[in-house]
């Protein structure tokens, strides 16, 4: 299929896909989306969405994408989900302790009553206001005196206030 193809391709009552050759393929929803998805040692990949604005991919983007994936899985004889928590593991070691707290409230907000989110909210921007934000999360790593820190930041926040936070430092 060419690009032209791709675009007359018409929404069905039921999702369809039609193939592209080398394990991609493209899936059309009823709304009249289209995706490009694989699948790599038997696994299923999502590799974007068709079109030509900003974060979308034309047919030669999503062929390049998905070759590179597919064959850095080959070469290094790993699947796809090795290979995503390979990818997040590199992301996550680069964050600071600002990324940790915000992918944490992300995570909980839609898990959680929405006092007890506002709680946590407080409490991690109490902890922020005690460390700067930009700490990279391996200095916090207990190899690295991270217990050390985090002990003087708990007892930072037991001594603050009006002498009723001890509770409050080991939350």
């Known amino acids: ?8 391709l018409t929404p069905e009552l039921t999702p369809y896909k039609r193939g592209l050759g080398n394990g991609l393929s493209i ?9 490009f998805t694989g699948r790599i040692k038997g696994q299923s990949v999502w590799i974007g969405t068709f079109g030509k604005k900003g974060s979308k991919l034309s047919l ?9 994936i597919k064959e850095h899985c080959y070469v290094n004889e790993i699947t796809f989900s090795e ?14 302790l600002k990324d940790a707290v915000n992918h944490f409230l992300k995570d909980c ?15 991690l921007n ?20 991270g217990k050390e ?16 936070n001890f509770d409050l430092g080991n939350r």
Not at 27 to 35: I, R, S
Not at 60 to 68: G, T
Request: no cysteine.
């Open 149 to 164: 820190i985090i002990e003087d930041i708990i007892s930072k926040i037991q001594n603050g206030g009006k002498g009723n």
């Open 1 to 8: 299929m060419n690009h032209q193809e791709l675009v007359s």
């Open 83 to 96: 290979y995503k928590r390979r990818k997040n593991k590199t992301k996550k070691e680069e964050w600071v």
């Open 126 to 145: 109490q902890v922020l206001s005690l460390i700067d934000g930009q700490t990279p999360l391996q200095e916090l790593e207990r190899v690295n005196g």
């Open 109 to 123: 907000e839609s898990t959680v009553k929405e006092t007890t989110f506002k709680e946590y909210t407080r409490k």
């Open 27 to 35: 899936l059309v929803d009823p709304k009249g989306a289209k995706y």
């Open 60 to 68: 030669a983007d999503a062929k390049n994408k998905f070759n590179a």
